[in-house]
């Protein structure tokens, strides 16, 4: 069994920074990609963030040059620095992963974070 644990969520202000974690722990073989999708009141999920095992990344336009994903493999866990947040970023924040369990592939979600940009 596979299991993701997030952190990291919580209340900043306009202009500042948070950083989410998220780490798959369980019978892992390999894990393909890792992402952070986000969903806000009253809006479709949308992909924030994914890197996939080459390393490579792409971000949703609305995040580009103020979010920054990386992973470490050894630690099976995913970071989402986020800079220079808008109100417009207040989401949940759900992790996702695809994931190569004994024998079979997986996709993952986290259970969620709750990032409020307010003043």
């Known amino acids: 069994q596979v299991q993701l644990v997030e952190s990291g969520g919580g209340l900043v202000q306009p202009g500042g920074s948070l950083r989410l974690s998220c780490a798959a722990s369980g019978s892992i073989v390999r894990i393909n990609s890792m992402g952070w999708y986000r969903q806000a009141p009253g809006t479709q999920r949308e992909v924030a963030a994914r890197i996939f095992s080459s390393g490579s990344a792409d971000y949703a336009d609305s995040v580009k040059g103020r979010f920054t994903i990386s992973r470490d493999d050894a630690k099976n866990t995913v970071y989402l620095q986020m800079d220079s947040l808008k109100p417009e970023d207040t989401a949940v924040y759900c992790c996702?992963?695809?994931?190569?369990?004994?024998?079979?592939?997986?996709?993952?979600w986290g259970q969620g974070t709750l990032v409020t940009v307010s003043s």
């Open positions: 996702h992963t695809v994931v190569l369990t004994t024998g079979y592939w997986r996709t993952l």
